[in-house]
């Protein structure tokens, strides 16, 4: 599994405890990553203004690509972007895509900007084709991506599986790792390795129980 995103991106949200990752407290999300683009002077920024705009923030727009080789089996793309600081409760994947993969897990990505998927129900995948644009629809407060890896293809059904993925950069607490195969968890700073391939994705899941 590869990163959906080119650059630099924040994980705001990953790991195996409720303490660094809220989606652990819903079954069918365990081990969920949220990722947040950075870029600015530092390489650490958010955002580029006051942050009370979407376009202020660096993951609006940005182009999401697929991190698995698969079937696209589900998409939502009309629901609208909410404003910064607010969120759609009812619809709380808001616009996604959902890929089935060749050993029949299933990647969940939400959030996407309204109208921007450009995948379809029944098309094949590749991994880096681009699905969409990151938005803020759904149960969002500001734009980012959501990543999550089911053993159904009925979003919040089912158990959620712990997605390593391949050939990336990480930089923890200043320390940085090029080209490794990791799980992730909040507070790691990830881009895709440049020289990684693509086209031999390695893909490890496990599973847990309460």
């Given at each position: 599994?590869k990163?959906?995103?080119?650059?630099?991106?924040?994980?705001?949200?990953?790991?195996?405890t409720?303490?660094v990752?809220h989606?652990?407290?819903?079954?069918a999300?365990?081990?969920?990553?949220?990722?947040?683009?950075?870029?600015?002077?530092?390489?650490?920024?958010?955002?580029?203004?006051?942050?009370?705009?979407?376009?202020?923030h660096?993951?609006?727009d940005?182009?999401?690509?697929?991190?698995?080789?698969?079937?696209?089996?589900h998409?939502?793309?009309?629901?609208?972007?909410?404003?910064?600081?607010?969120?759609?409760?009812?619809?709380?994947?808001?616009?996604?895509?959902?890929?089935?993969?060749?050993?029949?897990?299933?990647?969940?990505?939400?959030?996407?900007?309204?109208s921007?998927?450009?995948?379809?129900?029944?098309?094949?995948?590749?991994?880096?084709?681009?699905?969409?644009?990151?938005?803020?629809?759904?149960?969002?407060?500001?734009?980012?991506?959501?990543?999550?890896?089911?053993?159904?293809?009925?979003?919040?059904?089912?158990?959620?599986?712990?997605?390593?993925?391949?050939?990336?950069?990480?930089?923890?607490?200043?320390?940085?790792?090029?080209?490794?195969?990791w799980?992730l968890?909040?507070?790691?700073?990830?881009?895709?390795?440049?020289?990684?391939?693509?086209?031999?994705?390695?893909?490890?899941?496990?599973?847990?129980s309460?």
């Open positions: 599994m990163l959906p995103f080119h650059d630099r991106w924040f994980v705001a949200s990953a790991g195996d409720i303490n990752n989606h652990m407290a819903v079954r999300q365990w081990y969920g990553v949220d990722f947040v683009k950075v870029s600015g002077p530092t390489g650490r920024s958010l955002k580029s203004g006051p942050g009370e705009q979407l376009t202020d660096y993951s609006w940005a182009e999401v690509l697929s991190p698995v080789s698969g079937l696209v089996v998409t939502l793309d009309g629901l609208p972007d909410n404003p910064i600081g607010t969120k759609d409760e009812d619809q709380i994947a808001g616009n996604y895509v959902v890929i089935e993969t060749a050993d029949h897990s299933f990647v969940f990505l939400a959030h996407f900007k309204r921007s998927i450009s995948v379809r129900q029944g098309q094949s995948v590749t991994i880096g084709d681009t699905l969409g644009r990151c938005g803020n629809s759904g149960n969002s407060t500001m734009p980012h991506i959501h990543l999550h890896l089911q053993d159904t293809p009925t979003f919040n059904q089912g158990q959620g599986l712990n997605p390593i993925f391949t050939g990336i950069d990480v930089e923890l607490t200043g320390k940085k790792f090029e080209n490794v195969d799980p968890i909040k507070g790691l700073f990830v881009s895709n390795h440049p020289a990684a391939k693509s086209s031999s994705p390695r893909t490890s899941v496990t599973t847990r309460f």
